[in-house]
């Protein structure tokens, strides 16, 4: 039997921390962990998804995809879980009628978005970007009950964080 190693050190902080407070790292037999500790590599992610909300999405829409059943599971539960909170939501749903749960034929039209962005960066040369879509918090699992708000823009608009909606484009 191969020998278990407790400890590990992060290497960002450069502690020696407990073997559990790295991550596991998923991948086969899920037996790595991160080299970042559980604080930094949080951090980490932050910072990540703040400077890539492009790419957090997409991340996003492909989990969604491949995991709809799971989500829809996950879903049921937190409902039997938190019978209040589903009652303040259902009130909240009834109240605004604006803030829906997500339904697959929204995660349709998401793609739809992300195909758009892609045949306007080929077609335009100027790379396009879908705006902010799944609100970019990490509890999306069982969290996304809002309507999505897309809209395809040129890149360097969705940097400067413009304004401009796809149907207003040119
Ligand atoms: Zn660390």
């Known amino acids: ?3 278990e190693k407790f400890t590990k050190v992060c290497t960002k902080c450069g ?10 790292n998923g991948g086969k037999d ?4 991160k080299s970042r500790c559980k604080p930094c590599f949080e951090e980490y992610r932050k910072q990540w998804c703040k400077l ?18 799971k989500m829809q599971s996950c879903r049921k539960n937190w409902d039997k879980n938190n019978p209040e909170k589903l009652r303040q939501k259902t009130r909240k749903y009834q109240a605004s009628k604006k803030c829906a749960a997500p339904s697959w034929a ?3 039209k998401m793609q739809e978005f992300y195909l758009m962005a892609e045949k306007l960066t080929k ?11 799944v609100p970019l918090v990490s ?3 069982c969290g996304l009950h809002c309507e999505f708000n897309l809209s395809v823009i040129p890149r360097n608009i969705n940097r ?7 149907p207003d484009m040119p």
């Open 30 to 33: 899920n037996k790595y962990r």
């Open 139 to 141: 509890d999306f699992v």
């Open 52 to 69: 890539n909300p492009a790419k957090v999405a997409s991340i996003k829409l492909r989990w969604i995809n491949k995991n709809q059943e």
């Open 123 to 133: 077609e335009t040369g100027t790379p396009h970007e879908v705006d902010h879509l």
């Open 160 to 166: 400067s964080k413009g304004n401009l909606r796809w």
């Open 106 to 108: 929204k995660v349709e």
């Open 1 to 3: 039997m191969a020998v």
């Open 15 to 24: 502690i020696e921390k407990s073997i559990d407070d790295f991550q596991l």
